[in-house]
Every structure is written in structure tokens, then in C-alpha cells.
């Protein structure tokens, strides 16, 4: 069984291998934006089945704009026409529309007829912006936002932060996931002119965009990476923009993160399916978008490598525990010495690496030093749950979007 552990090694040594040449081929990228001279007008995108309980804290946020927002460009997409949603709409002014598919289950479908019927009226935009009907907007994230667009980006998101991440330490943990993908990833992403990661909602994407389209095509369980990957393979420019706040809700129970995770962990790998062969294609020395096509094309593989390695060493020591219990009382005694070793070391890199993430957010994510101390403490086992998520969704044959349900927090 000590094989297992040399293997785990290997595999280990392969993913940091793995990032070192990715980061040294991925370096070069010149996929920079062009001055548009596309006008203001924007209308925005509101996806909202049975949202009654905070759509209106997102409306409030819209109106109070720094930037005047005409709620006439508001639509909200709801799924029956007794949902108090449109009550709440209707005092906002701001349209609503009702959905016909309701056999489609996703966000990409509901956001599909949103677009088609906008199409439909033949009203032309210059931008559309999509939000989840939790979220509510800074006074000047459409403010912020207008020198990005000026200077012709195709999409760009804004700063996600957690409007209920004080309520406990799941909420706070599940908000560090974002904080990885935008403050880690996407701001370094930013830098070199490379294609982001959109997550969640609170992004624009440009009219001629949506009119060539003539819909809005991605329809898979994690609409936002798929949206993300077609952005890469076509060379279209992105933007994080970290002076466009949002504030959405995150869960406040254990169980509805892994339903949550385990569903983008299977979109992930649904939207890896469609677009591999064409990241390959796109592999080209003289793509000016050819460190995000390296990127994606190995998307989360030199990771999966040092995850499996970690199992199989952990899984080594283990055995090795049990065995030895039954045989040689010492050597049982060094076997637990070795895996409580192992255990800690784990959890050490991991409360390391919150640490980090949690001093690089600063003063963005708005928490007094007792709820920082405590998610320091229970990050790691949320990190360490997301092995059981994707174990759950490679294996699970059934995996749907599940609703949940929101708080009644404001914030305006």
C-alpha cells in the first residue's frame, strides 16, 4: 500500500508542474477592447420566480441610482401571474413578464424568453444588465460601471459581495468562494487582458451581443461559466470591475450549500463537455486571446491532481492505521501520529489560505474580527465538504436546480 502513497505524490508534484508551465504558456495575451460609440441606454434583466421577499429591495436600489435608471427598462421575468412579485413591480413601474416553458427549469431559460420577448417589441439596447432578484445594487455600481462600457468592453461584472454574511459562518464562508473566483482569480485575470469568470449575476452584456443572438443561449446548470467559456472561445472582452457593488444573499444552511455547489460542480463539468474540443481548436500562437484559451482548456485539472494526490496519501496512512491496529500495538501508535500529522497539516494550509483571502478582501467584506476568527477557523471544512459535492455530482444521475428560500433583509 505504500504505492498509494507514491502515487498521490506524483499526482501531486503533476499539479504544481501543471500550474507552473500554465501561468509560464499563459503569460502573453492581447485581447483588448475597442471604442464603441454605443449610446447609454440600458435596460436590465431580472430573472424572479417567487421573489416577493427581497425583489423589492433590489428595485429600491435601482431607482435610487446615482446614475438615473428609467424603471420603464426594468423587466422581471416571473412564473405566474398570481406571484406577488408583479404587485411590487407594478408600484416600482417596472415591467414584468410571465413565463410560458415552465417544464425549462434553469435561470438561461428564464432569461431565453425574457430576451426574445424584448427582441419581439423591437426595442434595441445598448447594454443588458442581469441581476438575480436578491441582489441589491451600490447607489453607484451603474455609475461605476459606465467608463467600463465606454471604453467597449463586450461584458463586465462588478464586485460581488454578501448582504446576510454577518447572519453565521456558512453564509460567510460561501461568500469566500467569490471572493477566490473575483479577488484571487478575475482581478489578476484583469491585468493581463484575459477572459473572467462570471458568477452569479450583476454583469452587463452589450446589446449587439444579445441582438446577434437573437436569445440568450446558455441554458446549462451553471448558465454564468457557460456564458464564460463562450466569451473565451469567441474572444469577446471582459471586465471585473471592483468599483460596481452588489450585495446578493448567500445560504444560511449547510445542506443548501452542497445542493448549491453540487450543482454548479455538475455544470461546470456539463459546460467542460461542449466546449473542450473547440478550446483546443483556439490553441494558436497568434490568438490574440491565447493565454485565456491555456487557461480554460486546463481549467481546474492541475487542482483535480493535487486534490487526488492528497486522497490517495491520506487514504495510504489510513490503511495503514487499520492495518497495523490489529498487528503491531507501536506501530499503530506511529500510523495515528502520522495521520493526525496529516490532518493538521491539511487544515493548516487551508486556514492559511482563508487568511489570505481574508486580508486581501480588507474592509470589503464588512465583518467584525469575532465572525472573521470564527470562518478562519471553519472555512477549511467548507473547502474540505466540496470533495463530497463532487463526488455527490459525478455520481448523482438527477441534479436540478433547487430553490432557496430567502431571508427578508434589505439593504438599500
Known amino acids: 500500500m505504500v504505492l498509494f502513497k507514491i502515487i498521490g505524490l506524483i499526482l501531486i508534484l503533476i499539479g504544481i508542474l501543471l500550474i507552473i508551465i500554465i501561468n509560464i504558456l499563459a503569460k502573453k495575451n492581447n485581447n483588448y477592447p475597442t471604442l464603441k460609440t454605443n449610446k447609454h441606454n440600458f435596460c436590465v434583466l431580472i430573472p424572479a420566480r417567487d421573489e416577493s421577499k427581497v425583489i423589492e429591495g433590489l428595485l429600491k436600489s435601482i431607482k435610487k441610482q446615482s446614475y438615473k435608471v428609467d424603471m420603464k427598462n426594468v423587466y422581471v421575468i416571473v412564473e405566474d401571474k398570481k406571484d406577488k412579485t408583479i404587485d411590487i413591480c407594478r408600484r ?7 413565463r410560458k416553458r415552465l417544464d425549462l427549469k434553469t435561470k438561461g431559460y428564464a432569461l431565453d424568453e425574457g430576451v426574445k420577448y424584448i427582441l419581439s417589441s423591437k426595442k434595441k439596447y445598448d447594454a443588458y444588465f442581469i441581476f438575480d432578484a436578491d441582489n441589491v445594487l451600490d447607489k453607484d455600481y451603474f455609475k461605476n460601471m459606465i467608463p467600463i462600457f465606454d471604453k467597449g468592453y463586450d461584458l463586465a461584472c462588478g464586485y460581488r459581495n454578501c448582504k446576510n454574511n454577518k447572519q453565521n459562518v456558512v453564509c460567510a464562508s460561501s461568500e469566500l468562494t467569490f471572493s477566490v473566483v473575483n479577488t484571487v482569480f478575475n482581478f489578476k485575470k484583469n491585468k493581463s487582458s484575459k477572459n473572467i469568470i462570471f458568477s452569479g449575476t450583476g454583469f452587463y452584456i452589450r446589446g449587439y451581443l444579445i441582438e446577434k443572438w437573437g436569445s440568450y443561449p446558455f441554458h446549462s446548470l451553471t448558465e454564468d461559466y457557460e456564458l464564460s467559456i463562450y466569451a473565451t472561445v469567441n474572444n469577446l472582452t471582459t471586465y471585473y470591475n ?5 450585495y446578493d444573499e448567500q445560504p444560511m444552511k449547510f445542506k443548501d450549500t452542497i445542493n448549491q455547489r453540487t450543482r ?15 478550446l483546443i481548436k483556439k490553441i494558436k500562437k497568434d490568438n490574440c486571446n491565447y493565454g485565456s484559451i491555456i487557461d480554460e482548456t486546463f481549467g481546474i485539472i492541475p487542482y483535480v491532481f493535487i486534490i487526488l494526490g492528497l486522497i490517495l496519501w491520506f487514504f495510504q496512512i489510513l490503511f495503514n492505521l487499520i492495518y497495523n491496529l490489529f498487528i503491531h500495538n507501536d506501530f499503530y501508535k506511529t500510523s495515528l501520529l502520522e495521520l493526525i500529522i496529516f490532518i493538521f497539516f491539511i487544515y493548516f494550509i487551508l486556514v492559511l489560505i482563508t487568511l489570505i483571502i481574508i ?38 444521475k438527477n441534479i436540478s436546480w433547487k430553490k432557496i428560500e430567502h431571508g427578508n433583509e434589505k439593504k438599500s
Open 359 to 396: 486580508i486581501l478582501e480588507g474592509k470589503k467584506i464588512n465583518l467584525d474580527a469575532k465572525i472573521k476568527l470564527k470562518i478562519l477557523f471553519y472555512n477549511p471544512i467548507f473547502m474540505i465538504s466540496y470533495i463530497f459535492c463532487a463526488i455527490k455530482a459525478l455520481t448523482s
Open 264 to 278: 454548479w460542480i455538475r455544470g461546470y463539468f456539463d459546460v467542460r463537455k461542449l466546449y473542450t474540443k473547440q
Open 92 to 98: 416600482y413601474n417596472a415591467n414584468f413578464f410571465i
Open 242 to 246: 471592483i468599483n460596481s457593488i452588489f
